[in-house]
């Protein structure tokens, strides 16, 4: 199947500094990749969906100025925390669709972010 | 609003029994149902897709029902093993190919 790579894996850091996450399609191309977060024993929370070559669509409650999307090419799209507070702390996860099957989700490993 | 329900209670079963899980959905009109599979710390990975017009899937040892009727999806698990052991996610379309996801059902399968 498809492979998304997400890097890094975990990340720690200070309160106030930016985080950027990567999420790449490594076989295919996707022209529409999704992020979610994820809290501890709770359900995949979908932030954004991040279009190429386009702005990203937040969904409500997600704050587009703390959470930079971009989306340059068909197998990359990266994800700014900007200015991390501990309630940042969470997990990230990003996922992509194929063409192909653009119904399945093939999702990245996660990004575990804690915000000191 | 649109609720997707899993059962918050793990599921403990032995090796070798039928592990059955539930997703009950309220408030949608679903083109498609999708399970996933998560482990501990790890993203999710698709495991079955089952559209509106099926009633049932089979994939190895993995059968997946769906009754619009009912708003019901039941996840079967045949001849269980510990690998089996995870947590699994019940998956419903949001607008374009983004996903709703339940909370999950965690699984452990003791020998």
């Known amino acids: 199947g498809a492979v998304v790579s997400q890097h890094p894996s975990r990340v720690i850091c200070k309160s106030g500094t930016s985080v950027k996450i990567e999420c790449r399609s490594l076989d295919f191309q996707a022209t529409t990749m999704f992020w979610y977060r994820q809290f501890p024993k709770q359900s995949l929370m979908l932030m954004a969906t991040s279009n190429e070559g386009s702005k990203a669509t937040y969904e409500q409650g997600v704050e587009k100025d703390k959470f930079l999307i971009n989306h340059a090419s068909l197998t990359l799209s990266t994800l700014t925390v900007t200015s991390a507070h501990p309630e940042d702390s969470s997990f990230y996860i990003c996922?992509?669709?194929?063409?192909?099957?653009?119904?399945?989700?093939?999702f990245g490993a996660g990004t575990r972010l804690s915000v000191l | 609003s649109q609720k997707i329900e899993q059962n918050s209670e793990a599921l403990n079963i032995q090796e070798g029994k039928t592990a059955t899980l539930t997703c009950n959905y309220t408030?949608?009109?679903?083109?498609?149902l999708q399970w996933y599979r998560q482990d501990p710390g790890r993203g999710p990975v698709f495991l079955l897709l089952?559209?509106?017009?099926?009633k049932e899937k089979r994939k190895e040892r993995l059968k997946v029902t769906f009754d619009t009727t009912l708003k019901q999806s039941l996840f079967h698990i045949t001849a269980s093993q510990p690998a089996d052991s995870a947590t699994y996610l019940c998956a419903l379309p949001n607008s374009g190919y983004a996903l709703n996801f339940g909370k999950g059902t965690s699984l452990l399968v003791t020998p």
């Open positions: 996922s992509a669709g194929d063409r192909a099957s653009k119904n399945i989700q093939y």
């Open positions: 089952i559209r509106e017009n099926e």
């Open positions: 408030n949608y009109s679903p083109a498609y």
